[in-house]
C-alpha cells in the first residue's frame, strides 16, 4: 500500500482533459517522460483524431477522469467550469490531484474544487508548440506553479513531477499562487505580449503604409524584423540588442521610443491591471462568452482583415521554412 502510494506520488497516471495548444504538448512531453498519458476529448470531437494519429488511446472524458491519479484541465478556461461540474466533480477518484494551466477559474471563483482533490497549477510560460520543440530538442520553457488545496498530502509532488515532465524544470520552476499567476498572465498577454505587441505592429504598418512607403517595406520594417530583435532580448535582454544595433538605432530609440511609450501608456497599463485586479475583465470576459462572442468575434475579424495580414501571406510565401514550423505548432497562443 505504502508502496502503491509512492509511486502514485512520482508517476501518477495522468488524464489530459482537451487536445488543443496545451494538451498536445503536455501529454506528448509526459509521455516521452515516461508517465502514463490518457487522453480525454468529446467522441468525434476535433482534436480526437489527432490525438490517436500521435498514438494515444482516446476516452471519453469521464472514463479518462475516473481511472486517473491526476486530471490535467487543458480544455478553453470559458468551458472548464461546466466541464468540472458535469464531469470532473461526479468522476474523479478520491484525494485525486486536479491541475489547471491557467488560475483563471479557481481564482475568479467558477470552480470551487472538491474538498478531498488536492488542486495545483503548472503553467508553462509560452505557447503549446514551443512547450513542445523546445522539449524536443533537449530543452524547456519556464513553468510557474501553485498550490489551492492539498487535503491529500501529494500537491507539491504531482506539481513537481509534471512540471518535470513537462520538460519545465531544464530551464526554470518558480512558485507562485493562483491568484499571481493569474493577475500576472492576464497582464501580460493584454498588455505587451499579444494586445500591445500587435497593436504596435498595426499602428507602425499604418503609419507608413499611410505616408506612401511600399506596404511591403513596412512589413518587414515592422513586424518581420520584430523576432530578430526579440531574439536578442530572450537571450541577453536589452543590453544584448543595445550591443546588436547600430549607433545611430540607439540614439533614435532613446529620443522616440519613450514618445511612443509614455507616462500615459503607463497610466493606461496600470487601469488594464486594476481591471484584472478587480474582477472586471473577468466578468466582462464571461459575460461575453455567454452571448454568443459578439464582441470577440468582430474584433478578430478586424484584425485577421487587416492589410498587413495579406501582405504578408504574399511575403511569407517565399519562405518556404515557415511552412513546416506552421504544420508543427497550429492553434493559439496562451
Ligand atoms: P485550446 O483551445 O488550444 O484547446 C482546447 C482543447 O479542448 C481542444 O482539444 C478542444 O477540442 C477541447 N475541448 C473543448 N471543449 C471541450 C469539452 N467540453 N470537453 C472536452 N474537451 C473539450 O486550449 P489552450 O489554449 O491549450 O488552453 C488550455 C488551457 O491552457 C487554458 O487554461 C489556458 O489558459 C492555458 N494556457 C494556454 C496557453 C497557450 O499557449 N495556449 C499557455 C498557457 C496556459
Ligand atoms: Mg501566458
Ligand atoms: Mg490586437
Ligand atoms: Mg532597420
Ligand atoms: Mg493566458
Not at 507602425?204 to 512589413?219: D, S
Not at 519613450?258 to 472586471?280: F, H, N, W
Not at 487587416?306 to 514550423?325: C, D, F, K, V, Y
Request: hydrophobic share 40%; charged share 20%.
Amino acid at each position: 500500500m505504502t508502496q502503491t502510494s509512492a509511486s502514485s506520488s512520482q508517476r501518477p497516471r495522468i488524464a489530459v482533459i482537451g487536445y488543443g495548444s496545451q494538451g498536445r504538448a503536455h501529454a506528448l512531453n509526459l509521455r516521452d517522460s515516461g508517465f502514463d498519458v490518457t487522453v480525454g476529448l468529446r467522441p468525434g470531437g476535433p482534436t480526437s483524431l489527432r490525438a490517436r494519429e500521435d498514438g494515444f488511446i482516446v476516452r471519453t472524458p469521464v472514463e479518462a477522469v475516473a481511472s486517473a491519479d491526476l486530471i490535467a484541465v487543458l480544455t478553453p478556461d470559458m468551458v472548464q467550469p461546466q466541464l468540472y461540474a458535469e464531469t470532473i466533480a461526479p468522476n474523479a477518484r478520491q484525494g485525486a490531484t486536479l491541475l489547471f494551466a491557467h488560475g483563471f477559474n479557481v481564482h475568479f471563483g467558477q470552480i470551487a474544487p472538491r474538498a478531498d482533490l488536492d488542486v495545483v497549477l503548472v503553467a508553462p510560460k509560452g505557447p503549446g508548440a514551443l512547450v513542445r520543440r523546445e522539449y524536443e530538442i533537449g530543452r524547456g520553457v519556464p513553468c510557474v506553479w501553485a498550490v489551492h488545496q492539498d487535503p491529500a498530502g501529494r500537491a507539491e509532488a504531482h506539481a513537481m513531477a509534471y512540471a518535470a515532465g513537462l520538460g519545465g524544470t531544464r530551464a526554470n520552476v518558480i512558485r507562485t499562487t493562483f491568484k499571481e499567476e493569474t493577475e500576472t498572465d492576464l497582464f501580460g498577454e493584454q498588455a505587451v505580449l499579444c494586445g500591445g505587441a500587435s497593436a504596435l505592429v498595426q499602428a507602425g504598418y499604418e503609419t507608413l503604409v499611410e505616408a506612401g512607403y511600399q506596404p511591403e517595406i513596412a512589413y518587414y520594417e515592422v513586424l518581420h524584423e520584430l523576432k530578430l530583435i526579440v531574439d536578442l532580448f530572450y537571450e541577453g535582454g536589452i543590453t544584448r540588442m543595445l550591443e546588436f544595433i547600430s549607433e545611430t538605432a540607439q540614439y533614435g530609440d532613446f529620443v522616440s521610443g519613450p514618445r511612443i511609450v509614455d507616462a500615459g501608456t503607463k497610466a493606461r497599463m496600470k487601469a488594464v491591471l486594476s481591471e484584472i485586479q478587480d474582477g472586471t475583465f473577468a466578468r466582462n470576459w464571461i459575460a461575453e462568452y455567454r452571448a454568443g462572442l459578439p464582441n470577440y468575434t468582430a474584433f478578430k475579424q478586424a484584425d485577421l482583415a487587416h492589410p498587413i495580414e495579406e501582405t504578408g501571406r504574399r511575403l511569407r510565401a517565399s519562405m518556404r521554412w515557415l511552412q513546416a514550423n506552421r504544420e508543427a505548432s497550429s492553434t493559439t497562443q496562451d
